[in-house]
Nanobody
Framework: QVQVTESGGGLVQPGGSLTLSCTAI????????VGWFRQAPGKRRELVAH???????NYGDSVTGRCTISRDNAKNTVYLQMTNLNPEDTANYLC??????????????WGQGTQVTVSS
């Protein structure tokens, strides 16, 4: 199956920036849509950003204006650029790679996540 790996998380000061990467190996990456989600202890999982196979982007309300999602199909990678980070952005960031299967619904693959901690 498809192997999904996130990277780029770490500790950043409030107001700082960070770029996360999601790499998917094992299929034709160009056919997949990719979503970034985040989950913090005691909170429900929420959408951060999403990009379709055609490059159409969408952002969660809590990060609109502070995030940019992009993809480099030659590298099987989707990037999430985050700016003006605040402590509320602290969470485990998860990458979801998915596509529809004709006659059988969707198929999706999740990475293990990369931790982002925003603190002074």
């Amino acid at each position: 199956q498809v192997q999904v790996t996130e990277s780029g998380g770490g500790l950043v000061q409030p107001g700082g920036s960070l770029t996360l990467s999601c790499t998917a190996i094992g299929s034709d990456f160009r056919q997949y849509a990719v979503g970034w989600f985040r989950q913090a202890p005691g909170k429900r999982r929420e959408l951060v950003a999403h990009i379709t196979s055609g490059g159409i982007t969408n952002y969660g309300d809590s990060v609109t204006g502070r995030c940019t999602i992009s993809r480099d199909n030659a590298k099987n990678t989707v990037y999430l650029q985050m700016t003006n980070l605040n402590p509320e952005d602290t969470a485990n960031y998860l990458c979801n790679v998915w596509r529809p299967i004709i006659g059988a619904g969707d198929v999706e693959y999740w990475g293990q996540g990369t931790q982002v901690t925003v603190s002074s």
